[in-house]
Nanobody, 123 residues
């Protein structure tokens, strides 16, 4: 059974950091691009970052570029999202998702999703 499980969310003050993890089971991440998406209350789900399967290329939304870093550890079958210099506007439920080989910014391209982890940035 294909499963993705996010962890690492929580409450953090502005300027703080969190590291999200996306652990896969039932399949190996080697052949899959992994995307991180987020959804704030009343807003559509949006792409945050993605790491491809082939050459490990990484992609970031303009809103997080320079603050977030995506990485993967295939041995642990896990993808991470390091989030630094967090802002209140980063508050959302963060989801990881998998799709075959290539990154995409489109929600509909990803067939497997985790349950999400809440990130709240507030003083």
């Amino acid at each position: 059974q294909v499963q993705l499980v996010e962890s690492g969310g929580g409450l953090v003050q502005p300027g703080g950091s969190l590291r999200l993890s996306c652990a896969a089971s039932g399949f190996t991440l080697d052949d899959y691009a992994i995307g991180w998406f987020r959804q704030a209350p009343g807003k559509e789900r949006e792409g945050v970052s993605c790491i491809s399967s082939s050459d490990g290329s990484t992609y970031y939304a303009d809103s997080v570029k320079g603050r977030f870093t995506i990485s993967r550890d295939n041995a642990k079958n896990t993808v991470y999202l390091q989030m630094n210099s967090l802002k209140p506007e980063d508050t959302a439920v963060y989801y990881c998702a998998a799709q075959w080989l290539r990154c995409s910014w489109y929600v509909e391209d990803f067939g497997s999703w985790g349950q999400g982890t809440q990130v709240t940035v507030s003083s």
